[in-house]
């Protein structure tokens, strides 16, 4: 019996240890893997870092890493100190090393539903329902083809691709409430807020969505959302543009 207890806590000590030296060894990998290597400390997000948090509170956010020096970031913010009345500009993410590009003055933080709009151009907002604005996936930053559906003159009904990349400003639920965007919703939904849902929206409700355009466009916008309809499709930087002109039903059906 006392061979059994003895042995038994034999294995018990042996696998103690096992495990001690294996968490050593995981905990000096990164040692090892940078023992021959020229490095520079830098500071590093260790967990996601809200848009709009200033730079004054970003320690409990960031730590110091060592990494290759040929990995560094030319803007790597180096002292906190000295960005202490800047704030983050867009969501951060673990891993990432902390940079200057990523950071704007307080108060010329738009927040995280609304972007600048360009020099020269101005705003206008459409009233669109969820189906009209690709199921609702529209965030402000992004850029949207804008198809325009009408009646022509002698009564025949036409859709064109009409403006290509048009900048989204601002994305609003109907209440006026900015929409979130994908990393607010994946962040609330991630954390069980109780609120995450507190703006949904409804199949039945309609997206407020601004758009930047000079004002010869904007006059056509105005006239397409008052005598027609309008859609809009996710068109990032890198899609092919293209139309086939007015299609009507004679078009459809070749």
Not at 5 to 30: C, H, R, W
Not at 113 to 132: H, M, N
């Amino acid at each position: 019996m006392k061979a059994r207890l003895l042995g038994g806590i034999a294995a018990l000590v042996v696998a103690v240890l096992g495990t001690v030296l294996l968490f050593n060894y995981v905990q000096g990998a990164d040692r090892r893997a940078l023992a021959n290597t020229e490095t520079q400390d830098v500071l590093v997000v260790k967990q996601e870092v809200p848009a709009g948090t200033p730079a004054s509170q970003l320690s409990q956010y960031v730590t110091t890493k060592p990494v290759p020096r040929t990995a560094v970031a030319a803007d790597g913010v180096q002292d906190l100190g000295a960005v202490g009345s800047m704030v983050t500009s867009v969501a951060l993410v673990p891993g990432e090393q902390l940079l200057s590009s990523r950071l704007v003055d307080a108060n010329a933080y738009l927040g995280p539903s609304r972007v600048a709009v360009p020099a020269g151009l101005q705003e206008i907002t459409l009233r669109l329902g969820i189906e009209r604005v690709v199921g609702g996936k529209i965030q402000a930053g992004d850029t949207v083809g804008i198809f325009i559906s009408m009646a022509g003159a002698a009564g025949e009904n036409g859709t064109q691709l009409t403006f290509h990349k048009v900048l989204v400003t601002a994305v609003q639920f109907s209440s006026g409430a900015a929409a979130q965007t994908q990393a607010q919703a994946t962040q609330a939904s991630s954390t069980g807020s109780l609120n995450a849902n507190k703006d949904a929206q409804t199949s039945s409700d309609a997206y407020l969505i601004t758009l930047a355009r000079d004002a010869v466009d904007t006059e056509k916008l105005v006239y397409a959302a008052e005598f027609g309809k309008v859609y809009l499709s996710k068109e990032p930087a890198d899609a092919t543009e293209g139309t086939n002109g007015v299609v009507n039903q004679t078009k459809v059906f070749k």
